[in-house]
């Protein structure tokens, strides 16, 4: 059905060097990044017990107790893991839906009522352009 395993995924490589070049400016250390993030991938420098706490351990834990080889990587990999995970942009979605199928609309298909939210969210998003916002 067209999914592709992602190592196979052309779009993440090409979305990572996009994220990392934004993060890190300087070549010198961007280049450091590609480095361990080579050595991460290819598992060189990993333990019996790191490989086999990767499943088991949480994340954050398992960067701060097995990836000391690569310490930029790790700084980046626990500065991503430790940033909260939150629902408020769906929260806003499903109050924007709310709002369009009330009892008073209740005549509006599922298909019409999710276009109006698309919509209106994309309004939202453009009036931030503005001069005015």
């Known amino acids: 059905t067209g999914r592709v395993p992602p190592n196979r995924d052309p779009e993440i490589p090409k979305n990572r060097e996009i994220c990392l070049g934004r993060r890190y400016s300087d070549s010198h250390r961007l280049k450091i990044i590609n480095n361990e993030f080579a050595s991460f991938s290819g598992g060189r420098n990993d333990s019996i017990q ?12 398992w960067w701060l107790c097995f990836r000391a080889s690569t310490p930029n990587l790790q700084q980046l990999a ?32 599922n298909r019409r009522a999710e276009d109006l939210v698309y919509i209106h969210s994309n309004l939202c998003l453009l009036s931030r352009t503005s001069d005015d916002y």
């Open 50 to 61: 790191a490989a086999m706490a990767r499943d088991e351990e949480d994340p954050a834990n």
């Open 78 to 109: 626990l500065k991503l893991l430790s940033q909260p995970a939150t629902s408020s942009c769906c929260e806003r979605n499903w109050s924007t839906y709310s709002q369009i199928h009330n009892i008073k609309r209740n005549k509006l298909t």
